[in-house]
């Protein structure tokens, strides 16, 4: 299973950007996808979540600015990223509980995205 993320990059303060994030492999079926950030010097945390049923949790500080959306039938999960703020500089980081065709069920990430928000 693989987890590619794409969409990262240099935006300005106020900007948008929109991440992606594509599962492939023997995937029989994804549960929940999330995107977490760790910005330097700082622990990975938790930015959005979105359920197999489409339920979405955000973090306080990206509230009304985040949106976290997914394609069931492209297994991909995006996040919409509007209003941006320096404090939002970070690796992004996507992950996916997945249940494989053998059963097995894991958590998986993908290799992160650089977003920078210049003030």
């Known amino acids: 299973v693989q987890l590619q993320a794409s969409g990262g990059g240099l935006v300005q303060a106020g900007g948008s950007l929109s991440l992606s994030c594509a599962a492939s492999?023997?995937?029989?079926?994804?549960?929940?996808m999330g995107w977490y950030r760790q910005a330097p010097g700082k622990q990975r945390e938790l930015v959005a979540a979105?359920?197999?049923?489409?339920?979405?949790n955000y973090a306080d500080s990206v509230k009304g600015r985040f949106t976290i959306s997914r394609d069931t039938a492209k297994n991909t999960a995006y996040l919409q990223m509007n209003s941006l703020k320096p404090e939002d500089t970070a690796v992004y980081y996507c992950?996916?509980?997945?249940?494989?065709?053998?059963?097995?069920?894991?958590?998986?990430w993908g290799q992160g995205t650089l977003v920078t928000v210049s003030s």
């Open positions: 992950n996916a509980d997945i249940l494989l065709f053998t059963m097995t069920r894991s958590t998986y």
């Open positions: 492999g023997n995937i029989l079926k994804i549960n929940a």
């Open positions: 979105i359920s197999s049923g489409g339920t979405s």
